[in-house]
């Protein structure tokens, strides 16, 4: 059974910082997205990783994805608080894609 | 371009009573279909997906069904509604072969069973 493990699952940091949320999975896939969910709101996709080493930038925010040990980061940089929201990691494979349990990022003024 | 519609977005449904969510994708054709739902301050589950028309796998067994009886249009139904089916249950799609696109998600439906 495929696994997607997010840590940490919660995250309050100060405006200027810098930090890193990771994404483990349990299976072999080359696929991996990255989303945002604002409170009360739908998934919206920010970042497609397709292949090993992909890095995407956005903004503030960067994610990369190494399929040989199973692990994608979404790194903030210099946090601002509209980047406060939850982000998924998403994985997948054959014709299932799997989320996981999310990181509610709270960013401090 | 594509866009995918999800109703009603919100509704307050006795227990016991019979469900019926629907979503519709435009501007693609043989898209995947899928279900999730999302408790209160958790993570997405998925429920239901499909490849395509009648095609639907379940990854969760529980008192809800899914069909799709045309190729963009995909149905969440139940007979009878538990308290433990509130939630917000988000329909999402994909190209058929997902090579570049991710997974996009319709609005959302809200769902509160009292």
Request: aromatic share 12%; proline share 4%.
């Amino acid at each position: 059974e495929l696994k997607v493990e997010q840590n940490p699952l919660f995250l309050s940091m100060q405006e200027g910082k810098n930090y890193t949320i990771y994404c483990n999975y349990s299976t072999t896939s080359d696929r991996l997205y990255w989303y945002r969910q604002d409170p009360g709101k739908s998934l919206e996709s920010l970042f497609v990783l397709l292949s090993n080493g992909a890095v995407k930038q956005e903004g503030r925010l960067m994610a990369s994805l190494d399929t040989k040990a199973r692990l994608s980061t979404l790194h903030i940089t210099a946090a601002v608080h509209d980047l406060s929201a939850t982000y998924f990691c998403a994985v997948d494979t054959d014709d299932k894609i799997i989320f996981g349990k999310g990181t509610r990022l709270h960013i401090l003024p | 371009s594509q866009t995918i519609h999800q109703w009603p977005a919100t509704l307050v449904q006795p227990v016991g009573s019979p469900l019926s969510l629907e979503c519709t994708v435009e501007g693609t054709s043989n898209p995947n279909l899928y279900w999730y739902r999302q408790a209160a301050g958790r993570g997405l589950q998925l429920l239901f997906y499909s490849v395509g028309i009648g095609q639907i796998s379940s990854e969760v067994p529980q008192n809800l069904s899914a069909s799709r009886p045309q190729d963009r249009q995909f149905i969440l139904s139940s007979k009878k509604l538990l308290l433990s089916d509130s939630g917000f249950y988000l329909c999402a799609w994909s190209a058929y072969d997902r090579v570049r696109l991710p997974i996009y998600f319709g609005e959302g439906s809200w769902l509160t069973v009292v």
